[in-house]
């Protein structure tokens, strides 16, 4: 156990040492597609499903960046189930917000903070079911080259206006970003 502390210490110093910076900049934009996992809860049982999205950034400094976001997820195959009369069978959303970047090396953790529209439909639901969110989002983006980054994000939605009844919605979803302007 100790030579695998040992060993792993060792490789993250050398990683750091050599690692080429990320230099995020101000007046950089970034465009990317999303794809993963989504759960919706609805009342206590969760539901997990896929989903996908796209995202744009701009740089406003090297550290704060404006947000732009939707995704598409489906969140219950099911069709009208008078068992969960509530369950739609997609979200999706469109939200706007701010962001916070740590530079380090070509790994990039960020966080984010974003409120927009949602809109479930589908399902039990007889209309679609347009609503108020906000979202807390953590990522770590791999920059490939000042050009291209993949990344991992987590998104934690609250629908402000149902809370009651949609008590959780997470995304878990891969990135993949172009970047230009810099």
């Known amino acids: 156990m100790t030579a695998r502390l040992a060993a792993g210490a060792v490789a993250a110093v050398v990683v750091a ?67 969960a009369p509530s369950l739609p069978t997609m979200a999706s959303h469109l939200t706007t917000g701010l962001g916070y970047t740590l530079d380090v090396a070509t790994f990039v953790p960020y966080g984010g903070v974003l409120v927009g529209g949602y809109l479930l439909n589908g399902g039990g639901l007889s209309s679609p079911m347009p609503l108020v969110g906000a979202e807390v989002e953590l990522g770590l983006d791999w920059r490939l080259s000042h050009t291209w980054t993949v990344g991992f994000v987590l998104r934690q939605h609250e629908l402000l206006t149902k809370l009651s009844t949609y008590a959780s919605y997470t995304d878990a979803f891969f990135t993949f970003d172009y970047a230009w302007g810099w």
């Open 17 to 83: 040492l050599t690692a080429s910076p990320a230099r995020a900049r101000e007046k950089e934009h970034r465009f990317g597609l999303d794809a993963g996992l989504t759960m919706l809860t609805v009342g206590s049982t969760p539901y997990i499903c896929c989903g996908l999205g796209a995202h744009y950034v701009y740089g406003l400094t090297d550290a704060f960046n404006f947000l732009a976001e939707g995704s598409a997820s489906v969140v219950s195959f099911r069709g009208p189930d008078p068992a």
